[in-house]
């Protein structure tokens, strides 16, 4: 059986439509799983499909012209979404990501930003509605993107030279245009614009200092991500990591930094700011220093299957509970259920070296859940 079959059928079989409780109650505006983190974020993929091979996430090897996607009539709706969504802000969900794949080849992106800005949050709070993107159809979406109420937005770019950039997109991609979508989304007033460049041991690593100089004393924010082993198509190696504390140590030889103390919960960056005021950079530090014990993030894949770790080898079908009539205070109840259960803690396991954690063991793909 070739692969493309085996990677859809394996996680069907693997996602268990979760149990409702007996007792339903009522939420309460927050909920804590077993390492006493609360529910704070959502992200939501909305595509499994991509118009970028990137090295790092769905490579051509894996990915091919053969590769079977998901039907339109598997996607959650936009309705559908925008139930799950209210449900978990009454959890205490403040802040939900959209992503992909490549989010923006979603039709009508536009309708459903529109749906869950509506949202408020139990005590009247607007929503933060972000999305990351490619950046590729980003300078035609902006406008729009704004007027629907997206408030920030997140653009991948692993390097500002084009040979470069090409390779690691895979399709020939040019930079060009990309920074033509962060200007884009800049002159529309989406910001703070964020841009994550993912750093690869031989491939774009030479381009961090580059990366940094340019986008110093921007209206952008640059941050690093280290090389992460998501899913099982890039066959990763951990001497393919550049550790952040190296990038930061490369910045600093060049531009002075000194540190930013930060008091959010859930941080996933590291920030740096510049000495001569100039602006700053962030470093996430995935694989070198786990950050587990301040995860507040659940995802949701495309098909609504719940995943309450990005490393995940399993999940929980939202959608079948919707699509066989269950009622929102019965989704709300066995959701805060399987969050009370959570105990993920992957990246620690993987930074301790024990036995306690299979590398091995296979883990849905990052275009599936996303970032």
């Known amino acids: 059986m070739p692969e493309k079959r085996i990677s859809m059928a394996y996680h069907r079989q693997l996602n268990a439509v979760p149990v409702i409780p007996a007792a339903l109650e009522s939420p309460t505006g927050f909920v804590a799983d077993m390492l006493a983190r609360p529910l704070q974020e959502l992200r939501i993929s909305l595509t499994d499909r991509c118009n970028f091979r990137c ?197 600093a030889a060049h531009m002075p930094l000194e540190a930013i103390n930060s008091s959010l919960t859930g941080e996933t960056a590291e920030r740096w700011r510049y000495q001569d005021g100039s602006g700053e950079i962030g470093v996430i530090s995935s694989v070198t220093q786990a950050f587990c014990r301040d995860c507040v993030r659940a995802r949701l894949s495309t098909v609504g299957v719940l995943y309450t770790c990005l490393f995940a080898a399993s999940g929980h079908d939202l959608r079948a509970l919707m699509r066989s009539g269950k009622t929102d205070q019965e989704i709300s109840a066995a959701v805060a259920h399987l969050w009370r259960l959570r105990a993920d803690r992957y990246s620690e396991l993987r930074s301790a070296t024990i036995k306690d954690i299979d590398r091995t063991a296979r883990k849905i793909e990052m275009s599936y859940i996303g970032g």
Request: aromatic share 6%; glycine share 8%.
């Open 55 to 251: 090295v790092y996430c769905m490579p051509e090897e894996s990915f091919g012209k053969d590769r079977v996607f998901l039907p339109q009539t598997s996607l959650l709706t936009f309705e559908e979404i925008t139930r799950i969504a209210r449900i978990f802000v009454t959890h205490g969900v403040q802040k939900i990501r959209l992503t992909g794949g490549e989010p923006l080849l979603r039709k009508h992106i536009e309708n459903l930003i529109e749906m869950l800005a509506q949202l408020k949050t139990p005590d009247g709070r607007d929503l933060e509605l972000t999305l990351t993107t490619n950046g590729s159809l980003l300078a035609q979406k902006a406008q729009s993107l704004k007027n629907a109420g997206l408030n920030r937005v997140t653009v991948s770019l692993d390097s500002l030279d084009d040979a470069i950039f090409k390779r690691m997109n895979g399709v020939d991609f040019p930079v060009s245009d990309v920074l033509h979508g962060l200007e884009a989304a800049h002159a529309a007033g989406i910001g703070p614009i964020k841009v994550n460049m993912v750093v690869k041991e031989g491939m774009n690593d030479q381009e961090i200092v580059p990366m940094a100089r340019h986008f110093k004393g921007s209206p952008f924010i640059l941050r690093f991500i280290e090389y992460m082993d998501v899913g099982g198509s890039i066959n990763w190696k951990m001497d393919e990591v550049v550790p952040s504390s190296e990038v930061v140590r490369r910045i």
